[in-house]
């Protein structure tokens, strides 16, 4: 919200209050602000006092914040956004939280009046929270990241440029929310968003790959939990697509490739075309090939191949297949650390097949 935000919607004076009344002269301080910039106006101290005031007086009246009147809502959304704006880094954190509270009380009552520097805003903030989550597996993270979200894109207009991104990062969210709680309406949600971002997505679009490989992960999860063998489909589907338009070298480019080829081994389990298995080994040497030696997904990469291989071996008895499998799982071992949630199953696995080759 801070420097880089777009002026062109809902950034003039919110409508004025009573003149004389706590309301008037917070809508006085946000005219003069945007007339003059000067930080005074809106750092007064007396211009807290006169919003405390304006809110208690609201909720005396409505008793509850989504009945607040829109035009204190975006007063005091305003002050708070101003504040934010001039406040130096690390003290304007608290004027930011009230930014997004008033304005995400408009969220269904008036979207208009949400200035699009504050949608920026509702995006940052849920990605911080996703990391956060990410770093320290506090749920309610998660649950601020996935409210976030979605208010930004129900104030983010169709034909929107950052419309796209925002659904994406929605079904993202909403994807990993499924995968700690279970519960498969998030990962029917991700699926929608994820489609929506892929359609509001121009025609060579940089990100337009990314959506469709996420779209396509999340289509395989579902099969992979319900058996609906045309999720499958579209995920191979929407997988080519996302390889076709990824120039080699993209660093994206790995994990799309090896998420097409789990599709189409997934496809392979499923109805038995031998086609299908030798295209998910023929992707999967590919991501392989375009992962480091040090990349942190090189392992996963490494066992899936692995595994269509030992598949391969399963059918067609060539024990060079099984000889490279064996290989790649030593691999994958060795570059996982020692506590790692996979490394079990990565050894196991190779005790399988090791017990396996014994008896060729």
Same mark, same amino acid.
């Given at each position: ?9 809902? =950034?003039?004076? *919110?409508?004025?209050?009573? $003149? ?25 101290? /007396? $211009? ?21 009147? &829109? ?12 504040? !934010? ?15 997004? =509270? ?11 009046? %949400?200035?699009?520097?504050? &949608? ?12 956060? !989550? ?9 649950? =601020? ?10 104030? %983010?207009? *169709? ?5 796209? &991104? =925002? ?21 029917? /949600?991700? %699926? ?43 995920? %191979? ?7 076709? #338009?990824?120039?080699?070298?993209? *660093?994206?480019? #790995? ?31 590919? #991501? ?31 024990? /060079? ?22 490394? /079990? ?16």
């Amino acid at each position: 919200m801070r420097r880089t935000a777009r002026q062109d919607r809902g =950034t003039e004076q *919110p409508v004025p209050g009573t $003149a004389g009344d706590d309301s008037g002269r917070l809508a006085a301080r946000l005219r003069r602000f945007a007339e003059s910039k000067d930080p005074s106006t809106v750092l007064d101290p /007396a $211009a807290l006092d006169e919003a405390s005031r304006l809110w208690d007086d609201a909720m005396s009246v409505a008793g509850d914040p989504q009945m607040v009147s &829109v035009d204190v809502l975006t007063t005091l959304g305003y002050l708070h956004m101003y504040r !934010y704006s001039v406040l130096p880094e690390g003290q304007e954190q608290d004027d930011l939280r009230k930014t997004l =509270t008033f304005f995400g009380l408009l969220v269904d009552r008036a979207p208009e009046r %949400i200035p699009d520097q504050v &949608v920026g805003s509702f995006v940052s903030a849920g990605l911080e929270a996703l990391d956060e !989550y990410k770093s320290s597996g506090r749920p309610e993270l998660l649950e =601020t990241a996935v409210s976030t979200f979605r208010d930004a894109v129900t104030v %983010i207009p *169709p034909g929107h440029p950052d419309r796209a &991104v =925002t659904l994406s990062n929605l079904g993202a969210a909403l994807f990993t929310r499924f995968e700690q709680t279970g519960d498969f309406a998030d990962l029917d /949600a991700a %699926i929608t968003v994820g489609r929506g971002a892929v359609t509001a997505t121009p025609e060579d679009h940089p990100n337009g790959p990314r959506y469709l490989s996420n779209l396509g992960n999340s289509l395989r999860t579902r099969y992979e939990r319900v058996g609906d063998v045309a999720d499958l489909d579209a995920a %191979i589907d929407v997988g080519r697509d996302a390889v076709t #338009a990824t120039p080699a070298g993209h *660093p994206d480019c #790995a994990g799309m490739l090896s998420g097409l080829g789990a599709s189409l081994n997934g496809r392979y389990e499923a109805a038995g075309d031998v086609a299908d298995l030798d295209a998910a080994i023929g992707f999967g040497w590919d #991501a392989v090939t375009a992962t480091t030696l040090d990349h942190p997904s090189r392992p996963k990469y490494l066992t899936n191949l692995g595994n269509s291989l030992c598949t391969r071996y399963e059918l067609v008895g060539d024990v /060079a297949d099984l000889d490279t499998a064996i290989k790649l799982g030593r691999d994958a071992v060795g570059a996982t650390p020692a506590g790692h949630h996979g490394r /079990a199953m990565m050894l196991s696995n190779q005790i399988g097949r090791a017990s396996c080759r014994e008896r060729v």
